[in-house]
């Protein structure tokens, strides 16, 4: 007697006769129907049309009847609103039962009830299991309010259930605490803003002594939320992390990884010099081996977490090369990842076993796999230098092998192993041109055009060999067309007699016959450097070209510090933060490692800044605009050697005074038909389009917030100097990172700005560009970085800064937008700079001429402000106003309240007088009254906010 | 946290949806079935798989996938582990969790994931307190209540749900009190065309069968318990005695479970019991090739090693293979998957036991470019191959003797040998 009977009857009657079945005087017969109408439910059949009648067998003492109704009404509430309210009293009724049982399992169902309707009845009951006498009521209860606060978060809010969830964090049950967490946490991620976790060491001690005593599944709610606690200093980090070791042996997987991500987390905080330090090190890679050996689904996402703990702590697994070999019938998406960990591990010291694996890897039967194993070797090479001459016997080995694909991915390897190692391995060319013919992917294609235009002076028959390719020109990729064009001028350039005709042919094929913007981009480009100066075209395509690094495809390190934080989550599966993924982009908190902090010293924790919001508003920075520079000459071949690392420093140079000067010309000429991306030149392009024109006030609001922040260090010889905020990100600008301010000081501007690398490259060859602005600024002289910036290295420029550049008025008025270059790229962002550096040192007017002209200029012209919370003097106002260039003309006491007249002038010649209004004696209840004249009155508001800055400070 | 689950049996038919939120409709298993598509190998269907809406996390399990639906970011190893458990407890019930199983027994499933899983928080996972609650179908059950009308829904609150040891439930009684340990371990090895060990490693389980009255408390001791430093525990067991004494001290849950699993990689420990001698070689032009196994024992520390099965998957230009065996025998899937296995039993050292023969390949096909790995299984009894030894097993708290007894076995695991 089982159940597939259930399964069986399809027929049209069948509502029917369940209808008579449920309405039965037997009990049994009446169970027996609610188990069909169950059955058929759960294979997706429409039963709803039964709904009174099931619900009429939901007062019944029997277990059993009452559980599958409360299945039954979940499933269809919702079709059924007005039916459901029946319920409503029993389920009241049912929380008030003497068996704890029926009471958690009402409020239970009653939370999984979908309707408002329920939901309104449902909050007396609720509460009143909040604070049950039975523990396993309470624990129900607690996820009940994240159900409830799923379907209405205002009620919960208005109900106060949240903090009643809080106190239960404090429960004396271990799972209550745990599912309390859980429902916390749940309900958080909704609300990122909001407070609901706030930890503190009495918190943490409760959830670390629940953590011992809770279900496997608690064990993983309160790891994950004792991850985003920042201990206070590295004696706490310490001792959380020797109370959490002992998960790392639990048999759920989960636990272990949630554990380990705490570890790795306040592993930041602890000195390495530190014994405990060492131990942990050693504790962490035996349970992340033992995960390799569950089902291949763990294993995935394991292996997924440790190429992230690979890439951030590399001692931890660097002797357990062994468990990441692949076994041949690995599910494909674990091999693919345990080779990515193989290449991550290879060193001097296991090169040799790691190529014999490759090798065995590269004749198996999965083309994918295969594909990325001979990628692999390519990889070891760039890697292990001492390994290169057995990598490249090794691809020659496969390339005999004649297999197509092999073939491909050993040329494309190959080409990245020429880079690394220049003049070393050229003697594989001619193997590799016999194989020319059997290409037909494009990334193998592009490689071999390139290695073909690189070493064009040592193939006898390079143009031949390229002339063969420009046949189909039109129907290749655009990566092999950009490489083709690129090849061809190289061959031109190294032996122009010959190959003059070829090169026109495939300028002309690109300007002319092709449609996409970049080759005909491209085409133009070479084009005018071709016929106006071939010596400066020989510099720049041919110039030499930086080695590639070593480690290719590592994840940046800002971000790679962030996806340790997300460690055991889908962002970790992923490899990205959550914000790049997370359904509807609900502001996702970043998460960032703790800072190294010793224990006397009271760092400023990062999440320490409640609302999640960071205390300066960041500069929007303006996208990136791809990699189109450095994609201009000779440095598309793609992946696994991407952009950055290809970038050719003086090439790209050329490139940057191309577009500065050349273009213009060449669109005068060209006119019909070049576009430019409107961020290819700073000078070019249109501003407005690029700042989002509700960017100007909350960053004026925000700089002000920052100089509210800072204690005065008044700077009296020159104007206040506000202290250095971050400009771009290091996120937004492949590691680099820029944070500035300005000052005047004697009459010249500077910009004040700190450059950090935080990527793993040097970066050289820096440059700064701003666009055209409402004052003129414009650097006076060009950015002097002297020595390459090293990774981890920061440096202190000041860049002289005159007022005689090109003028165009911007929104909001102070806003500058900058262009950055590096031998990695061009960045762009947008700052906005305090009025008061524009102030001029003759700003002070004769008091006569003050009068005329505050009576010249139109009443309508006048603007009015308060400048609060300034508790100064009319003396002290005065002198501090005086050290940034604005003057007092007179002072006069009217009715007991100082009048303070003043004036000053901009860089542009413009005037501004002010009458500011001080009441003395208590400056905290009336403001400072700011009157402002001004022939520009646009200005005016930017010249009242530079006061209440230079007063505040 | 988990939203949604769908079973879905090899053919690709959902034949079972539980939703724990909001009702998530079937056609998101599409997602699923396109990701199956472009796998081709059920097996090689990625776990985690992103929708525009929703993320599908999957296990294959017995011909089944379990498809899981979140819509936040919520652990994966979360989601696949209590995938897992929930087939386990399916096999724990029904004794096979398969799609007639389940079929058979749906609204017990239905009540057992409703009790497993609220609003996505797992909430009784452990089987003995799931048992209390649904009872699990007997033959004998069913006819008893569909005569007394009685219902397999405990009604009374688990004991052990709240209680610090959750995973016992109170008021156990048996007649014969009795506790089983079976050690088993398995190598799991990659063995190169030379015959030496390219990987080694032990991985090793202490599984329990306990039926002891009242609430014992058991400690176990080891004779070498160095030998054990990567180690996962059962929660019952009391982290601070193993980390101070190396005992295993813990109350026991009630029937089977697994006390420990462990893994032992030291490269010098893990013993290699078996070497293949092969030959298989594939001529250049010619039609066919050449094929010749042998397998001897090696480290085998005098015990007979047994149930030896060696499957081959075979180059796919294989047609057929002609091949004869000393002992045990054959067989050759010449259509599908191009899978020899030969099941040979035991070794006996007098006479190895060998299989050779030739090899028809696909005629004007290029001779395959790989060679086939050989997967070998067999079976060593009352030998633990680490040299693991229980020492002695005391009880505390409960007056009876206890009847006691310790098995060993050593086993394959993934042990593979390249030609």
Redesign the interface.
């Known amino acids: 007697?089982?159940?597939?009977k259930?399964?069986t009857t399809t027929k049209k009657g069948e509502i029917f006769e369940l209808k008579a079945e449920l309405n039965s005087d037997k009990?049994?017969k009446k169970?027996e129907a609610v188990?069909k109408v169950?059955?058929s439910m759960?294979?997706?059949k429409d039963v709803s049309a039964l709904f009174p009648d099931v619900v009429n067998c939901m007062q019944t003492d029997?277990?059993?009847?009452k559980?599958?109704v409360y299945?039954y009404l979940m499933?269809y509430a919702?079709s059924q609103p007005d039916m459901a309210i029946m319920a409503v009293n029993t389920f009241v009724k049912d929380c008030e039962d003497p068996?704890?049982?029926i009471r958690a399992l009402a409020v239970?169902t009653m939370?999984?009830i979908?309707v408002d309707k329920i939901t309104e009845y449902l909050c007396e009951p609720l509460r009143k299991c909040l604070k049950d006498e039975?523990?396993?009521v309470r624990k129900?209860a607690a996820?009940?309010v994240?159900?409830l606060h799923?379907i209405n978060a205002q009620l919960v809010e208005d109900q106060g259930f949240l903090d009643t969830l809080k106190d239960l964090i404090s429960d004396s049950?271990p799972?209550v605490v745990a599912?309390a967490v859980?429902?916390l946490s749940?309900i958080a991620?909704s609300h990122p803003s909001s407070n609901l976790l706030d930890l503190n060491p009495q918190s943490i001690n409760k959830l670390l002594t629940a953590l011992n005593?809770c279900?496997?599944?608690g064990q993983?709610f309160i790891l994950?939320c004792l991850a985003n606690y920042t201990p206070k200093d590295d004696r706490e980090a310490q001792s959380i992390c020797e109370r959490v070791t002992?998960r790392l042996?639990?048999?759920?997987?989960?636990v272990?990884?949630?554990a380990v991500k705490v570890l790795m987390k306040f592993m930041e905080m602890l000195s390495k010099d530190l014994d405990y330090y060492g131990t942990l090190l050693k504790k962490l890679a035996?349970?992340l081996?033992?995960l390799l050996?569950a089902?291949?689904?763990?294993q995935?996402?394991?292996l997924r977490n440790i190429n992230l703990i690979v890439q951030k702590r590399p001692e931890i697994l660097k002797h357990e090369m062994?468990?990441f070999?692949v076994?041949?019938?690995d599910?494909?998406?674990v091999k693919l990842e345990k080779l990515d960990i193989m290449i991550r591990l290879a060193s001097q010291a296991n090169i040799a076993?790691v190529l014999?694996?490759l090798k065995?890897y590269a004749?198996?039967?999965d083309v994918d796999f295969v594909r990325k194993a001979v990628r692999a070797i390519g990889r070891c090479a760039i890697k292990v230098e001492q390994s290169a001459e057995r990598c490249v016997s090794t691809l020659l080995d496969l390339i005999q092998?004649k297999?197509n694909y092999v073939v491909q991915e050993a040329i494309v390897v190959i080409k990245d192993i020429f880079r690394k190692y220049p003049n070393k391995y050229e003697s594989v060319i001619a193997t590799l041109c016999e194989n020319l013919d059997s290409l037909d992917e494009p990334e193998a294609r592009a490689a071999m055009i390139w290695i073909v235009g690189e070493y064009a002076e040592r193939i006898d028959n390079a143009d031949e060999l390229l002339e063969s390719f420009l046949e189909g020109f039109h129907d290749e990729s655009t990566q092999v067309q950009l490489q083709l064009l690129t090849a061809i001028v190289k061959l031109f350039l190294k032996k122009p007699t010959e190959t003059q005709e070829l090169v026109q042919q495939v300028l002309s094929l690109a300007t002319q016959d092709s449609d996409n913007p970049d080759l005909r981009d491209r085409g133009y480009i070479y084009w005018r450097l071709l016929s106006t100066d071939p010596v400066a075209a020989k510099e720049v395509v041919l110039a030499e070209k930086p080695l590639i690094s070593e480690e290719t495809d590592l994840i940046e390190p800002t971000l790679l510090d962030e996806l340790i934080c997300y460690i055991?989550?889908?962002?970790s599966?992923?490899h990205k933060p959550?914000s790049a993924?997370?359904?509807g982009g609900r502001g996702v908190v970043h998460k960032s490692l703790p800072p190294r902090t010793a224990s006397n010293e009271s760092a400023e924790s990062p999440e320490a800044a409640p609302t999640g919001a960071p205390p300066v508003e960041q500069p929007d920075v303006i996208p990136p605009q791809g990699d189109l520079l450095g994609d201009l000459l000779n440095l598309d071949l793609g992946p696994p050697v991407s952009g950055p690392p290809l970038a050719a420093s003086s090439a790209q140079m050329g490139a940057v005074d191309l577009l500065g000067g050349g273009l213009d010309s060449l669109m005068g000429d060209e006119s019909e038909g070049v576009r430019f991306s409107p961020f290819m030149s700073p000078s070019l392009s249109p501003p407005a389009a690029a700042v989002p024109a509700s960017l100007g006030a909350p960053i004026g609001s925000g700089l002000s917030d920052l100089f509210d922040l800072t204690s005065g260090v008044g700077n009296l010889s020159g104007s206040y100097v506000a202290p250095k905020a971050v400009w771009l990100p290091a996120m937004k600008a492949k590691g680099l990172e820029i944070s500035g301010t300005f000052t005047r000081q004697v009459g010249s501007i500077s910009m004040d700005l700190q450059l950090t690398n935080k990527a793993l490259q040097v970066m050289t060859d820096f440059a700064i560009q701003f666009n055209r602005n409402s004052f003129g600024l414009a650097p006076a002289a060009p950015l002097q970085v002297h020595a390459p910036l090293s990774p981890n290295q920061s440096v202190e420029i000041s860049l002289p800064l005159n007022t005689v550049g090109s003028v165009m008025k911007m929104e909001p008025l102070n806003n500058l937008q900058v262009a950055v270059k590096n031998n990695i790229d061009v960045f762009y962002f947008s700052t906005l700079y305090p009025l008061h550096i524009l102030f001029v040192e003759d700003g002070k007017m004769d008091r006569q001429m003050f009068l005329a002209t505050w009576k010249d200029i139109p009443n309508e012209n006048e603007a009015q402000f308060q400048i609060r919370d300034c508790p100064l003097s009319a003396e002290a106002v005065s002198s501090k106003l005086q050290g940034s260039n604005v003057f007092t003309i007179a002072k006069r006491n009217v009715e007991g309240q100082d009048m303070l007249y003043q004036s000053l002038k901009l860089t542009n010649g413009i005037w501004v007088l002010a009458e500011l209004r001080i009441q003395p004696g208590n400056p905290s209840l009336t403001p400072l009254q700011l009157s402002l004249k001004c022939r520009a009155p646009e200005v005016s508001q930017h010249v009242y906010q530079a006061y209440e800055t230079i007063l505040k400070n | 946290?988990i939203h949604s689950l769908f079973l879905i049996n090899c053919s690709g038919d959902?034949?079972?949806?539980?939703?724990?939120?909001?009702?998530v409709s079937?056609s998101v298993c599409d997602y699923f079935f396109e990701a199956q598509e472009k796998?081709a190998d059920v097996?090689?269907v990625?776990?985690?798989i992103?929708t525009p809406?929703h993320?599908l996390?999957?296990?294959?399990r017995d011909k089944l996938f379990f498809v899981s639906v979140i819509?936040?970011?919520?652990?994966?190893?979360?989601v696949?582990?209590?995938l897992?458990r929930v087939a386990d407890t399916f096999q724990d019930y029904f004794g096979e969790c398969s799609e007639?199983a389940i079929?058979?027994?749906?609204?017990?499933?239905?009540?057992l994931l409703?009790e497993m899983l609220?609003?996505g928080?797992?909430l009784a996972?452990?089987s003995n307190i799931l048992k209390e609650l649904i009872k699990p179908p007997t033959i004998l059950r069913?006819?008893v209540n569909?005569i007394t009308?009685s219902?397999?829904?405990?009604?009374?609150?688990p004991t052990g749900?709240?209680s610090?040891i959750?995973w016992r439930r109170a008021g156990v009684k048996y007649t014969n009190n009795e506790a089983y340990f079976d050690v088993v371990e398995e190598i799991?090895a990659?063995i190169?065309k030379s015959g030496s060990t390219?990987?080694a490693?032990i991985?090793g389980v202490i599984d329990a069968c306990i039926k002891l009255s009242g609430m014992p408390d058991l400690s176990l001791s080891f004779m070498n318990p160095r030998l054990l430093?990567?180690?996962?525990?059962?929660?019952c067991i009391r982290?601070k005695r193993w980390?101070s004494e190396r005992v295993l001290s813990f109350i026991p849950p009630d029937g089977n479970f697994?006390l420990i699993?462990y893994?032992v990689?030291s490269q010098n420990l893990v013993a290699i019991p078996v070497y293949v001698k092969h030959c298989i070689s594939f001529k250049e032009n010619s039609a066919c090739g050449r094929f010749d196994i042998t397998i001897g024992p090696k480290q085998n520390m005098g015990k007979t090693i047994e149930g030896i099965t060696v499957t081959v998957?075979m180059?796919?230009v294989v047609l057929n293979m002609n091949l004869t065996p000393t002992q045990g025998s054959y067989t050759f899937d010449p259509v599908t998957k191009k899978v020899l296995t030969w099941d040979v039993g035991k070794i006996t050292p007098q006479k190895l036991p060998s299989l050779k023969g030739l090899v028809n390949l696909q005629s004007g096909a290029p001779k395959p470019?790989?060679?086939p790995?050989l997967?070998i299984q067999f079976k060593i009894q009352q030998l633990a191959i680490s040299g693991l030894k229980v020492n002695r097993l005391d009880m505390y708290g409960e007056k009876y003797k206890p009847f006691k007894g310790v098995k060993y076995v050593t086993k394959a695991g993934?042990f593979?040998v390249?030609t």
Not at chain 1, 1 to 4: I, L, R, V, Y
Not at chain 1, 249 to 254: G, R, T, V
Not at chain 1, 295 to 298: G, H, I
């Open positions: 007697m089982t159940d597939s259930y399964f009990k049994e169970k188990k169950i059955a759960t294979v997706g029997n277990l059993e009847l559980k599958l299945l499933n919702k068996n704890p049982l239970r939370g999984c979908r039975d523990p396993y129900t996820v009940c994240a159900k799923d049950n799972m599912n859980a429902a749940e991620e005593e279900t496997e599944w993983i994950d002992p042996s639990h048999a759920n997987s989960a272990v990884l949630s035996p349970p081996v033992t050996s089902e291949p689904e763990l995935y996402v394991a062994k468990v070999f076994k041949y019938n599910p494909i998406y076993q014999a694996e065995e004749t198996e039967v092998t297999v055991g989550t889908l962002a599966v992923y959550p993924f997370v359904e | 946290m959902i034949f079972l949806e539980k939703h724990w939120k909001s009702v079937q796998a097996e090689n990625p776990p985690v992103s809406h993320y996390i999957s296990i294959y819509q936040t970011e919520v652990p994966p190893l979360f696949i582990e209590f897992h007639a079929k058979d027994n749906v609204v017990i499933v239905y009540e409703e609220d609003n928080f797992p996972t452990e069913s006819v569909s009308g219902s397999n829904v405990g009604d009374t609150l749900q709240l610090n959750p799991d990659i190169d390219v990987f490693e991985q430093d990567d180690v996962s525990f059962h929660p982290f980390e697994r699993s893994r990689s998957h180059p796919k470019e790989e060679n790995s997967n993934k593979q390249r």
